[in-house]
């Protein structure tokens, strides 16, 4: 009798059962609003995200997690049938390039050293790869100027998502001296990301 629930058990599909391998099956699932699809993806790819709304952003972090948020919602209503992992980052990469520039219009607060890109961003699908190597690069570079322990609070804060009492209490710091640190280290990343993008998109 045991045995035999076991074995049924066994044959009920759960979260762990997706995989990147199978992506028209994820997407379908993802379309009819299956939460276990999207809770794996979200463990799979939430940290990628955050990177990349990060970059879009240029350090901007009430920018980049709305974006983040945005991309979320447009998955939620909009994600449709695609048919490898490549096709599934494009259309996740694309809809944060979109929410960004519609942000960018509503509250003004992109970097404007990133203007330029606007219309590289919302650029066709064809684009969508070095589009998004290129704020990737970008991003890797300008964070590898900065000092281990400046790594360590920006990943652990906005790719993390870890509490700001967190941060603080592995540096040694108190929050108000963290927050500082922060903004200092988001502004330097601002410049960092666009002269990089400027480097390479002259």
């Not at 997706?18 to 299956?34: E, I, Q, S």
């Not at 794996?40 to 990177?51: Q, T």
């Not at 203007?115 to 650029?123: N, R, Y």
């Amino acid at each position: 009798m045991n045995e035999a629930v076991k074995t049924s058990e066994t044959t009920v599909p759960h979260a762990e059962a997706w995989t990147f391998a199978d992506v028209p099956r994820l997407t379908v699932a993802l379309k009819r609003g299956d939460e276990k699809a999207f809770e794996w993806l979200h463990r799979a790819w939430a940290l990628r995200i955050s990177r990349y709304c990060f970059a879009l952003a240029a350090g901007d972090e009430t920018l980049a997690h709305e974006i983040s948020q945005s991309v979320w919602l447009r998955m939620v209503r909009h994600v449709r049938v695609l048919p490898d992992e490549a096709a599934l980052w494009s259309w996740i990469a694309c809809s944060a390039r979109h929410a960004a520039s519609d942000l960018r219009r509503k509250g003004g607060r992109y970097l404007r050293a990133l203007v330029c890109f606007a219309t590289w961003w919302c650029s066709d699908a064809s684009a969508d790869t070095s589009v998004t190597d290129s704020l990737m690069t970008a991003l890797e570079v300008a964070m590898g100027k900065l000092s281990a322990i400046e790594r360590d609070m920006v990943e652990a804060r906005y790719f993390s998502r870890e509490p700001l009492e967190v941060v603080a209490t592995r540096q040694g710091l108190t929050t108000r001296a963290v927050e500082g640190r922060l903004a200092r280290i988001r502004d330097q990343l601002r410049m960092l990301i666009a002269e990089e993008l400027q480097h390479s998109n002259p």
